[in-house]
């Protein structure tokens, strides 16, 4: 055997072994965003998709350009180019750019394929991935959703219940094994609410309502985020409190928060998905 | 090393270090932080007495921006752990209401209220009114600390009442252990500003400031 | 016009008055400044911010770049050629091209290519080490969760100093010192098509940097280097400043752009077709068609903030009728673009790097090629990938992910020309070569996390992290800034005639290649737990994995500090003369003329140029017992 044969059959092998451990690994170990809500696990499966395609492709690509370096300085014998691997050949080249874009399109096929239709989705595993029409994520569930509205503003976000009285809360508590249909609006400047572990994250868009379904799958307390830079408390318009609890916990929560809203509620302005500024307040 | 080797490395010598003094300085550059606590015990009380100006010109002369609303004399405060701030902050400065009409509750102080004097409330027959909410629209700023819950409205003064010139607003909230809380206005009172949101809204030592709790 | 000596006439007030250029352009700036600020005065009174209108600074900052250029010398021809004064003579000619040489020929307007790419090289430089130093301190504040040396403000402002510069610096990096160096020799040219809008094109740079480190004096800007409204609307003047220096530079890019591709189409040697032209040069014409098409669109919607910060005219703010989606769009749709001309030039020069080292012929020319101008092509249509959480209607989004996807095809085609190129080669892994492989790989790192925000589902969970700070920084960082010190080793000897310690430059290539997968493995792992970007305060959950980032980032700041003093060392210092002109013997048109390069190139235009990479048919090649080449001893080890 040829020093050459025994260098393209060692990297082979190693390439082998480098794919049984990488899609082992990325099998196991706990991917962000995890399990949490319907979207969170469909991100994850997603990235879990996208890291077994991608990961043959990367180590392929190095250990090719590895093995093509060390053709040389491993295989003094080896003989010099010829002709044909000289200046391209047009075979070689074809064949890489059919592949890649095969698997690009293939890739992009499937994306959009589930991202519209759910049932397609779930048939390959990727159930919870798909849009509704019209909102920047998630699809609604069977059963009653829950609305809640996010309003951002610098620096803070608040939440409205619509189906509590319209109370409004400065934490985030949802019930679980629901279908929330998140309303997310801004007061102000471009934010984006980001909760983490739920997977759901949009931009907050002053005079702009942005939609986002997602179903409550684990209790637990969560993080929220500001996912877009909106000025000089952007780092710290963060919450570690944001709660999901049982049905009956979620019950008793809306009582205290009623209670404890009672004195602003006569306050408060209608509920709408937008908020216009009162006239007037434009600055001169 | 030859005279123009020397020179060379002289000159990026002081350009780094001119450069490193300089960006230093711009981080570096809070003010001193004020509180200092009445009790040393093992949950310590700490004074805070605080001014809001419509333009703080009129208290701080030399100020950078003497047009712009701000709290006086300082929005860097220092408590010890796990104190109770006393607040009092005399507000001098009219409405112009709240953009979240939700903050116009009083929310994280103790017994979730807030008490407001029209007469200084350290002198002789002042009565105060307990509240737990204002109305929205007579909102001049809010004294909030998100991370920690506690959100007060203050009142603005009324403009058809000349003797209404100060509304002093007292209240209570306690501070954990450790950490860096930041604390704002909501009020959008950034005046001349896009819907009041900017100057004084977004600069540290007007509508914004630190609570920093170390001991 | 060729390298005859000049017999030089007394110094004339025009060539004092150009001698003492740098000066009266700082004059001219301050003047400018107040004149601008005074035009400001009248035309907007003073508003909220207490010590002058938006208005007043901004044309103030106009009035100052238009002031230094004035002093400079810029508007003395076309002025001349208004009012009807005589072209410039021989002589000026001479003076305007620097024939006298010296070292002051460097320190004013100059309109030798060659004497531009230098400057260049300086300038971009100095841009990569104030945004290091930025980069610095960042990672020193993120050593604590919460804000500890720097307020909340003066973070964010670092921030967005850290950024703009770093995007000065990326939009010319390779394109501006060895673009303008190196094309005209490449194709046989005497210059560039307009050699004082190139002038210009650089001396742009400089006071739009100072322009924009001066808004640490007026309160800084919050808003990073995309500049989003609203909030930039509601931005102290701090944000003039970045309006004005990027316009500047934006201005910058376009001309450079419409500038080479007029010298790439017009300017080759006689009978050299586009399809011989080497793939670094195909690189930077890719390259300037984007800069030419993209810029214009920033200067526009800079324009509009102008406009709305200094008279309300609400393009971006939804209650006065506009939206924020139009800045984000139209941001984008330059932005993105703009990626590729960071990332285009770095693909053509480290192609024309590898066969020099590999001593073989680039394998696949037409693919390589095909696929910059393929990437060029898409790079216009991915933009909304930006905007994928921002609300955009959902039907959209499947193209975008289609696109974006699809750009990794063209983008793959580097891969393989450079395994086709290594294939069965004699390589020799000197230090431009080690960099050329480090950017094989982070680019691979780049690429491959960006596969995961392209698709929608995971961009949900990653947009705005700290995933994608370290994807783009895999990409510009570990990519162009690779790719462009690498070229700093490989064509500093035909530059200036200095060789780099090839011990220490291995030394330093492991060092920051290392120490910069260390700091961004440690971010792309940050981001997908779901740090945001551009915080101050996180969660100190993410505090290990947030100091692991900061040790590795300082080591990588050394590791740029010993390429500094390698550079410093080898050039100024203790100066490594290189014994031959051709160091790498490379069949590059450049390395075949003589050392130092007349200022016209050459005296008699070249004929009957075809590819450089003829390395099968090198004779010191085949004359070697093993097949190696053979390279001046003390310069390959």
């Known amino acids: ?284 | 090393m030859n005279r123009r080797g020397a020179l060379t490395v002289l000159a990026f010598l002081a350009a780094g270090v001119l450069a490193g003094v300089f960006a230093v300085n711009y981080l570096h550059s809070s003010p001193a932080p004020t509180g200092s606590p009445t009790s040393a015990e093992a949950s310590p009380v700490v004074d805070i007495n605080l001014t809001t100006v419509a333009a703080i010109g009129t208290l701080r002369p030399a100020d950078d921006h003497p047009n712009w609303v701000g709290y006086f004399p300082t929005t860097y405060f220092k408590v010890p752990p796990n104190a109770t701030v006393h607040m009092t902050i005399d507000q001098q400065d009219g409405a112009s209401g709240l953009r979240n009409e939700y903050l116009g509750l009083v929310r994280g102080t103790v017994d979730n209220s807030m008490t407001v004097y029209t007469s200084d409330p350290s002198s002789a027959g002042a009565t105060g009114k307990t509240m737990q909410a204002i109305d929205p629209t007579t909102a001049a700023h809010t004294f909030s600390v998100p991370e920690l819950g506690v959100s007060v409205p203050l009142p603005g003064v009324d403009p058809n009442n000349p003797k209404n010139t100060d509304n002093f607003v007292v209240f209570s909230f306690k501070v954990p252990a450790s950490g860096i809380f930041h604390w704002q206005c909501f009020v959008p009172c950034g005046a001349g500003t896009l819907y009041g949101n900017g100057g004084p809204m977004q600069t540290l030592g007007y509508m914004d400031g630190q609570i920093e709790v170390g001991s | 016009m060729t390298s005859m000596a000049v017999t030089r006439p007394p110094r004339r007030l025009s060539e004092t008055l150009a001698q003492w250029g740098l000066v009266l352009g700082v004059v001219g700036a301050v003047a400018g400044f107040f004149v601008g600020a005074f035009i400001g005065r009248l035309l907007v009174a003073a508003d909220a911010n207490s010590n002058g209108s938006n208005a007043e600074l901004i044309i103030a900052y106009a009035g100052s770049a238009i002031g230094f250029l004035a002093g400079m010398g810029f508007f003395n021809y076309p002025l001349a050629r208004l009012i009807g004064l005589p072209r410039p003579t021989e002589a000026d000619e001479a003076f305007l091209y620097g024939e006298e040489g010296g070292w002051r020929r460097f320190f004013r307007l100059n309109v030798d290519h060659k004497v531009i790419g230098m400057q260049y090289v300086v300038v971009i430089i100095a841009f990569l080490f104030i945004g290091g130093l930025g980069a610095m301190f960042i990672r020193a504040e993120l050593l604590q969760p919460q804000p500890s040396f720097a307020s909340a403000e003066s973070y964010l402002t670092l921030v967005g100093l850290h950024s703009v510069i770093m995007i000065f610096m990326a939009s010319a990096a390779i394109i501006g010192p060895f673009g303008n160096y190196f094309v005209p020799i490449m194709i046989g040219a005497r210059g560039m098509a307009f050699p004082r809008l190139e002038a210009l094109t650089f001396w742009l740079l400089p006071p739009a940097a100072l322009i924009l480190l001066s808004s640490t004096f007026v309160g800084g800007f919050p808003t990073g280097w995309t500049g989003y409204a609203p909030l930039a609307d509601e931005a102290v003047r701090g944000m003039d400043a970045y309006l004005v220096a990027f316009t500047l530079i934006g201005l910058s890019i376009c001309l450079s752009g419409l500038n080479m591709v007029a010298t790439v189409i017009a300017r080759r040697a006689p009978g050299l077709r586009m399809t011989q032209l080497p793939v670094f040069v195909w690189g930077v014409f890719v390259t300037s068609w984007l800069g030419l098409l993209a810029a214009p669109v920033l200067a526009c919607v800079l324009f509009m903030e102008i406009l709305d910060r200094i008279g309300r005219a609400t393009f971006f703010v939804p209650a006065g009728g506009g939206t924020p989606y139009l800045w984000e769009n139209l941001f984008w749709v330059f932005g993105h673009p703009e990626v590729y001309i960071f990332i285009v030039p770095a693909f053509g020069l480290i192609m024309e790097m590898i066969p020099v080292f590999a001593r073989k012929p680039l394998w696949g020319y037409r693919v390589a090629v095909g696929g910059m101008i393929g990437v060029g092509i898409l790079s216009w249509f991915v933009w909304q990938h930006h905007l994928f959480v921002s609300g955009i209607a959902p039907s959209l989004r499947p193209f975008y992910m289609f696109s974006t996807e699809a750009i990794s095809v063209p983008t793959s085609v580097v891969y393989l020309v450079a395994i086709g190129t290594l294939w069965r080669s004699r390589a020799r892994f000197t230090v431009p070569m080690l960099f050329v492989m480090g950017f094989l790989f982070n680019f691979l790192i780049g690429g491959f996390s960006g596969v995961f925000l392209s698709d929608v589902p995971s961009d949900f969970a990653l947009h705005s992290s700290y995933f994608v700070q370290a994807h783009f920084h895999y990409t510009i960082m570990g990519a162009e800034v690779f790719a462009l010190i690498g070229a700093i080793t490989f064509w500093l000897p035909r530059m200036t005639g200095h060789v780099l310690n090839e011990r220490l430059g291995r030394i330093q290539f492991w060092w920051m290649f290392i120490t910069f997968n260390g700091t961004f493995l440690s971010l792309l792992a940050v981001g997908m737990l779901g740090m945001t970007r551009r915080v101050v305060s996180y969660d100190p959950n993410w505090q290990g994995l947030n100091i692991s980032a900061s040790l590795f980032a300082f080591g990588l700041g050394a590791s740029m500090l010993f390429f500094l003093v390698i550079l410093i060392k080898d050039t100024l210092i203790a100066p490594v003369r290189a014994r031959v002109v051709n160091v790498w013997e490379s069949l590059g048109h450049e390395w075949q003329l003589p050392q130092p390069i007349p200022v016209h190139n050459f005296a008699i235009l070249p004929t009957g140029w075809g590819l450089p990479y003829d390395y099968d048919r090198d004779e010191r090649r085949t004359a070697v017992p093993g097949g190696g080449m053979a390279l001046p001893e003390g310069v390959i080890e």
């Not at chain 1, 976000?157 to 279908?179: K, M, Q």
């Open chain 1, 1 to 284: 055997m040829s020093a050459t044969r025994r260098l393209a059959y060692t990297l082979g092998a190693i390439w082998v072994v480098l794919l049984v451990i990488g899609s082992v690994l990325i099998a196991v170990l706990p991917m962000p965003p995890g399990t949490s809500s319907n979207v969170a696990g469909s991100i994850t499966d997603t990235t879990r998709l996208l890291a077994w395609a991608a990961w043959p492709v990367f180590t392929l690509t190095i250990l090719a350009t590895i093995g093509a370096v060390m053709l040389h300085s491993r295989a003094p014998d080896a003989p010099p180019a010829s002709a044909r691997e000289l200046r391209g050949n047009a075979r070689m080249a074809s064949a890489w750019i059919g592949v890649t874009a095969a698997v690009v399109l293939a890739l992009a096929i499937i994306g959009t394929i589930t991202l519209n239709n759910d049932s397609v989705a779930e048939t390959l595993g990727l159930g919870g991935r798909a849009t509704g029409s019209g909102v920047t994520g998630g699809h609604a569930e069977e059963g009653p959703p829950l609305e809640v509205q996010v309003i951002a503003q610098q620096w803070q976000f608040t939440y409205r219940y619509p189906s509590l009285g319209g109370i409004e809360s400065p934490h985030l508590v949802l019930p679980v094994n629901t279908s929330v249909t998140f309303h997310i609006t801004s007061l102000d400047v471009v934010h984006s609410f980001w909760l983490i572990s739920l997977g759901v994250k949009a931009d907050a868009v002053p005079l702009h309502d942005n939609v986002f379904y997602a179903t409550t799958q684990l209790t637990g307390t969560y993080r929220v985020e500001c996912g877009e830079l909106c000025g000089l408390w952007h780092g710290s318009m963060s919450d570690n409190s944001a709660q999901v609890l049982s049905a009956s916990d979620f019950t008793a929560w809306g009582q205290q928060q009623t209670a404890l809203d009672a004195p602003i509620m006569k306050f408060l302005p209608p509920y709408s998905h937008t908020y216009e500024p009162a006239p007037g307040a434009y600055g001169s």
